[in-house]
């Protein structure tokens, strides 16, 4: 667990990995946070399924809620669920480079304007089931 | 089985995985019921195309476990784990899964379709 102890050479064995943005530079970090950062993007595509499967059955079902703003909703759950994935990705990659670099660890751009997002669509349904 | 960690890193991140396969699956599932009425035939196309990546995906990620579960046994906490290229399909897939669904809900709204048409 100590750094900077393994050797630079003797991994010329290792398979290239994709992305060489990521894995060109740095040094392997312990697997444990790999994993955990692993675990942590496929928490957004979870959430990106979430928000699509939000945005379909809000239209599918229709619910009593007033079309306008049942559409509006259902359009911004989706491109929510568009969006929150290349958060996934992009989050990924920078993590596990400050992870090579032991650098500090970079923040989610996308998880206010997506807390946001979701209050909104909270504040478009109420307001669609009360018209 | 001996374990590479206490806290079970690899099985948790394993399970995860499998989590997120098996919502791709389901979602899948339910887009065949839902979609024929508005696409039609095509429908079905698309909710297999779903359901043979899920069914990949599990086995994609039986594949990374066990590489993953003996490297780290072999070589300690610094080996190499695989790569991004699995990450990198399923943010693809999910984001083209978005725009068909963004595509669909436009159309269902233009049509009027609901799968509950009293409660409209």
């Given at each position: 667990?100590?750094?900077?102890?393994?050797?630079a050479g003797g991994r010329s064995t290792a398979p290239r990995r994709f992305p060489a943005s990521v894995f060109g530079r740095g040094t392997e970090p312990d697997a444990r946070f790999s994993l955990a950062n692993e675990r942590t993007f496929l928490a957004w595509i979870r959430t990106g399924l979430a928000l699509?499967?939000?945005g379909v059955a809000l239209e599918a079902l229709g619910l009593g809620i007033q079309p306008g703003f049942r559409l509006a909703?259902?359009?911004?759950?989706?491109?929510?669920?568009?969006?929150?994935?290349?958060?996934?990705?992009?989050?990924?990659?920078?993590?596990?480079?400050?992870?090579?670099?032991?650098t500090p660890l970079p923040s989610?751009?996308?998880?206010?304007?997506?807390?946001?997002?979701?209050?909104?669509?909270?504040?478009?349904?109420?307001?669609?089931?009360?018209? | 089985m001996t374990l590479f960690d206490p806290g079970l890193q690899p099985e948790r991140t394993a399970l995860a995985w499998?989590?997120?396969?098996?919502?791709?699956?389901?979602?899948?599932?339910?887009?065949?019921?839902?979609l024929p009425e508005v696409?039609?035939?095509?429908a079905v196309v698309l909710g297999l195309a779903g359901v043979i990546a899920a069914g990949g995906l599990l086995?994609?990620?039986?594949?990374?476990?066990?590489?993953?579960?003996?490297?780290?046994?072999?070589?300690g906490d610094r080996t190499t784990l695989a790569g991004g290229r699995l990450i990198a399909a399923t943010?693809?897939?999910?984001?083209?899964?978005?725009?068909?669904?963004?595509?669909?809900?436009?159309?269902?709204?233009?049509?009027?379709?609901?799968?509950?048409p009293l409660a409209r």
């Amino acid at each position: 667990m100590s750094d900077a102890d393994a050797p630079a050479g003797g991994r010329s064995t290792a398979p290239r990995r994709f992305p060489a943005s990521v894995f060109g530079r740095g040094t392997e970090p312990d697997a444990r946070f790999s994993l955990a950062n692993e675990r942590t993007f496929l928490a957004w595509i979870r959430t990106g399924l979430a928000l699509l499967a939000g945005g379909v059955a809000l239209e599918a079902l229709g619910l009593g809620i007033q079309p306008g703003f049942r559409l509006a909703a259902s359009l911004i759950l989706i491109v929510a669920g568009l969006l929150t994935p290349l958060q996934g990705w992009f989050g990924w990659a920078r993590t596990e480079r400050a992870l090579r670099l032991s650098t500090p660890l970079p923040s989610a751009p996308l998880a206010l304007p997506l807390a946001i997002v979701v209050g909104v669509v909270g504040v478009l349904v109420l307001i669609g089931v009360l018209v | 089985m001996t374990l590479f960690d206490p806290g079970l890193q690899p099985e948790r991140t394993a399970l995860a995985w499998r989590r997120t396969a098996l919502a791709l699956f389901v979602g899948s599932l339910v887009a065949m019921r839902i979609l024929p009425e508005v696409l039609g035939a095509w429908a079905v196309v698309l909710g297999l195309a779903g359901v043979i990546a899920a069914g990949g995906l599990l086995w994609a990620v039986h594949r990374r476990y066990r590489t993953h579960h003996r490297m780290l046994l072999e070589e300690g906490d610094r080996t190499t784990l695989a790569g991004g290229r699995l990450i990198a399909a399923t943010t693809l897939f999910c984001v083209l899964a978005a725009a068909l669904t963004l595509v669909l809900v436009v159309v269902m709204a233009i049509t009027g379709f609901s799968l509950v048409p009293l409660a409209r």
